[in-house]
């Protein structure tokens, strides 16, 4: 495996005390609905999938110490993994991911209802019967690479609306997931372009800056005010500034997967950094080149970190808004 050299980062973020929040009121672990009693949507803010990217539960936490409630249907706040969680060393900050896999992998119902064992799984499969109520989710994760924030909406015209409509500061990347296993936003139905449930993941910055937490606060603020479950007046001052309406989204094109110990970029790519011309060598593997497939080219993601079977990078171009009109 081959890395970038490495650049320690600085740890602006402390991780909030989720254990008041065990209990929960769903009969799952750190699991909690809030039900206005009126007809409505129900949502999801999931935090931790990942146990080191801290800016969810910082969100999920703010949601609480407010007091927030849903004006109409319901909304549930969930912590995803918080055995993983609970490890976080800030001396070593990359380490707790996760305990024994990606939960964040093994969204399939073939998984799910496999005979493979582990923590991470045994925890999807106590959330999938909550999952499968929910109409529309958001998922708070935080990345290697300090870019600008993402709204990962997956490749359906549904999702790319519903990034739109949250007006955010983040850029609309509309992808397919990663080919070691499926993502909690591509589960099931939020994953079919004819049904109406819809989920987005979000990428709100890089893992342990103190911007990357406000951007977790102002996501989860703008999903619930979007569903018409907050007032705008309630979440106004926790909201970034941002354009009423972006002005264009990402077309991941290609998903780049190492398959040699000896992987390695050809420079030290930023996250969006534009390409222009096709075919520049931006990466080997083992002897295979890989080279942008075509003009202006947009990086999206580039890991830290490569190895074999993982996501390098992703490949995208811009596409003008608005979008189409569709799911």
Known sequence: MTEKPPTAPAIELTPPDIEPYRSGNTGVPYVTTFDSGKIGPHAMICA??????????IALDQLFQRDIRPQRGR???????????????PTHPTASRFVDEDLNRVWSPEVLAGSR?????ERARALRPIVDTVDTLLDLH????????L????????GRNLAAT???????????????????RDYGAFSDPDDGRNALLVECGQHWRADTAAVAVDTAYRFL???GMVDLDDAASHLLPAPAVPERWIDVTDAINMNHDDCRF???????????????????DGDREIRTPYDDCVLVMPARRLAPGQTAVRLGRYVEMPVTDGN
């Open 225 to 227: 005010v979007r569903l």
């Open 266 to 284: 050809s420079d030290d790519y930023a996250g969006l950094q534009v390409i222009p011309a096709a075919g520049t060598l931006i990466a080997m």
């Open 166 to 184: 949250l007006a955010s500061p983040a850029v609309i990347v509309a992808d397919s997931g990663h080919s070691a296993g499926t993502r909690l």
């Open 151 to 158: 709204i990962l909406s997956g490749p359906s015209t549904k």
């Open 117 to 121: 064992a582990s923590l991470e799984l």
């Open 48 to 57: 931790i999938i990942h146990g080191n990217e801290l800016c969810g539960a």
């Open 142 to 149: 935080s990345m290697q690479s300090n870019g600008a924030p």
């Open 75 to 89: 909304f549930t706040l969930v912590f995803a993994n918080p055995d993983a969680y609970d490890q976080f060393d």
